[in-house]
T-cell receptor
């Protein structure tokens, strides 16, 4: 049963610390998405990769956030330095550009104190 | 400004009835629209996709309609069950997007009572 995996599932950290979230997309998928979900803003796209190349990161605060795909089996989202307003659930999703549905991981719940 | 609006108030219905959820959009020309289901503590799960040239799509007890004149999509669950209780999200891709970026609404929570 193929699924997107994310680690860690929960992260509590203090303001100013670096946070790294990891995602393993479904094997064979060539698109990867990072979303942030909060009660106030809902689900917001932060970054979008196709064939490991960044396609759209317009929703990501560039000064502190960075997203990469070191290889086809790993996507990372890094926040440095973290701030309390970054507290949210971060979802990774993968898909194939020949089909339009996205498969979401279970999310990383981040709390920045 | 561009907006996707779903009813922010929870929808409460009795088991066996048809649930109808609404998704309205402003200043978008969607190439297609998707509906997802999200349970507490989990990621969204894809349900249905409807393209701009389609009026209606069905899958088992689910039906989606798309009215580009009204700028609205309706999502119906017939013979609803308590297990259908969840938050339902609509999302669209604009026809002007060259990246296929999906824009999500805030979601509507459905509660089906036995």
């Amino acid at each position: 049963d193929a699924r997107v995996t994310q680690t860690p599932r929960h992260k509590v950290t203090e303001m100013g610390q670096e946070v790294t979230m990891r995602c393993q997309p479904i094997l064979g998928h060539n698109t990867v998405f990072w979303y942030r979900q909060t009660m106030m803003q809902g689900l917001e796209l932060l970054a979008y990769f196709r064939n490991r190349a960044p396609l759209d990161d317009s929703g990501m605060p560039k000064d502190r956030f960075s997203a990469e795909m070191p290889d086809a089996t790993l996507a990372t989202l890094k926040i440095q330095p973290s701030e309390p307003r970054d507290s949210a659930v971060y979802f990774c999703a993968s898909g194939h550009d020949r089909a339009n549905e996205q498969f979401f991981g279970p999310g990383t719940r981040l709390t920045v104190l | 400004s561009q907006k996707i609006e779903q009813n922010s108030e929870a929808l409460n219905i009795q088991e066996g009835k048809t649930a109808t959820l609404t998704c309205n959009y402003t200043n978008y020309s969607p190439a297609y629209l998707q509906w997802y289901r999200q349970d507490p503590g989990r990621g969204p799960v894809f349900l249905l996709l409807i393209r701009e040239n389609e009026k209606e799509k069905r899958k088992e007890r689910l039906k989606v309609t798309f009215d580009t004149t009204l700028k609205q999509s309706l999502f119906h669950i017939t013979a609803s069950q308590p297990a259908d209780s969840a938050t339902y999200l609509c999302a669209l891709v604009s026809s002007s997007s060259n990246t296929g970026k999906l824009i999500f609404g805030q979601g509507t929570t459905l509660q089906v009572k036995p």
